[in-house]
């Protein structure tokens, strides 16, 4: 009998939780339907001018680096993301000639990594969900923007919802968690996940969390077919 890993319940421990299955990382998520047009889109809606300067983080192997690549072909962009596994396997890829791909938390992107701002845009995928002190985060995040500066988080939240969390519920009973036990065996990852999303705010709970810390035109814009209510693109900016 194959034994469950041992549950992730220290959010510290995310990023060595991706080490385990970046090998495997975006064999997964090709198996997404819509999950990089999904980050196009995010990206997209950051509606940056040409030449912006863009942070990209918790990048993990750059899939959503590239979406923001080919949305802003003359953008400034730097990703970050706390698993070396997943970094290098954004490092040997093409869009390391336009990005620069650095090892950091992004709970503190400047004193970890050394990244100074300001950037025009920020955009965080699928990430603030996995700080351990979202608000903390968020403040030091506000910081990095230039005045006038736009952020998306483009995140799951099902809470709102009971039609959404139960799709999310099948799906990766269904799905997500059956392949991970495929992918990665032993890691602990896709089950977090799950909880994790159960666990998040709100869609206007997250959207005040951003109003209290001083972000303004604090909007939230869906995706398309499946994840339709399920992943967000939250975005706000910072007073010019």
């Known amino acids: 009998m194959t034994l469950l890993p041992k549950a992730l319940t220290d959010k ?3 990023p060595r939780a991706f080490d385990a299955i970046a090998r495997s990382y975006d064999v997964s998520t090709a198996l997404n339907p819509g999950y990089n047009r999904h980050l196009r889109l995010s990206a997209e809606r950051l509606r940056l001018p040409p030449g912006a300067r863009i942070l990209d983080l918790c990048c993990g192997t750059g899939c959503s680096t590239q979406a923001l690549a080919d949305a802003y072909p003359d953008a400034e962009l730097i990703g970050l993301d706390g698993s070396e596994e997943m970094l290098a396997r954004a ?3 093409p869009l390391s000639k336009r990005a620069d791909f650095v090892l950091g938390d992004a709970m503190d992107p400047a004193q970890s990594a050394g990244i100074e701002g300001p950037f025009d845009g920020i955009l965080m995928a699928y990430g603030i969900r996995n ?10 995040i506000y910081d990095l923007l230039a005045p006038g500066g736009v952020i998306c988080f483009h ?8 039609r959404s969390k139960a799709l999310w519920n099948a799906v990766c009973f269904g799905i997500i968690i059956p392949m991970g036990f495929v992918t990665a065996t032993r890691s602990p ?13 709100g869609v206007r709970a997250f959207e005040q969390r951003l109003a209290d810390h ?5 909007h939230t814009e869906p995706m398309d077919g499946w994840q339709r209510g399920i992943v967000h693109s939250f975005l706000a900016r910072k007073p010019a």
């Not at 700080?131 to 030091?140: F, G, Q, T, V």
């Not at 995140?155 to 009971?162: K, L, T």
């Not at 896709?190 to 705010?201: A, G």
């Not at 001083?214 to 604090?218: E, I, K, L, S, Y």
């Open 91 to 93: 490092r040997r890829k």
């Open 131 to 140: 700080m351990s002190a979202p608000d903390e985060c968020l403040r030091r």
């Open 214 to 218: 001083g972000f303004v035109d604090v």
């Open 12 to 14: 510290r421990d995310v």
């Open 155 to 162: 995140e799951y939240s099902v809470a709102d919802s009971n």
């Open 189 to 201: 990852i896709f089950r977090y996940l799950r909880k994790s999303v159960i666990n998040f705010d």
